[in-house]
Nanobody
Framework: QVQLVESGGGLVQAGGSLRLSCAASGSIFSINAMGWYRQGPGKQRESVAS???????KYADSVKGRFTISRDNAKNTVYLQMNSLKSEDTAVYYC???????????????WGQGTQVTVSS
């Protein structure tokens, strides 16, 4: 069993910063890509940022230059540093990871429970 647990969401004023964390735990053999998605009110879930096990990074155009994704492979943890937050960043943020569990032959996508980020203008 693999779990992803997020932390770090909250309420912040526009222009402020927040740092999200997501720790994977359980019977983990290896983790491929890890990333963050978000779903705003009345919107579809969208990819925000992703990072491979080798460190290759992708960002959504809307967050480039403001958000930074990183990971600590020793801790099976991915982070999202969010700066210069805007009201349109308000959403539930979900962590995602492609995890090869112990004894498994392939990676399976796991999701965190989500953490609310609210940016007040």
């Amino acid at each position: 069993q693999v779990q992803l647990v997020e932390s770090g969401g909250g309420l912040v004023q526009a222009g402020g910063s927040l740092r999200l964390s997501c720790a994977a735990s359980g019977s983990i053999f290896s983790i491929n890509a890890m990333g963050w998605y978000r779903q705003g009110p009345g919107k579809q879930r969208e990819s925000v940022a992703s990072i491979t096990s080798g460190g290759s990074i992708k960002y959504a155009d809307s967050v480039k230059g403001r958000f930074t994704i990183s990971r600590d492979n020793a801790k099976n943890t991915v982070y999202l540093q969010m700066n210069s937050l805007k009201s349109e960043d308000t959403a539930v943020y979900y962590c995602n990871a492609g995890v090869v569990a112990v004894g498994a032959y392939y990676a399976y996508d796991y999701w965190g429970q989500g953490t609310q980020v609210t940016v007040s203008s």
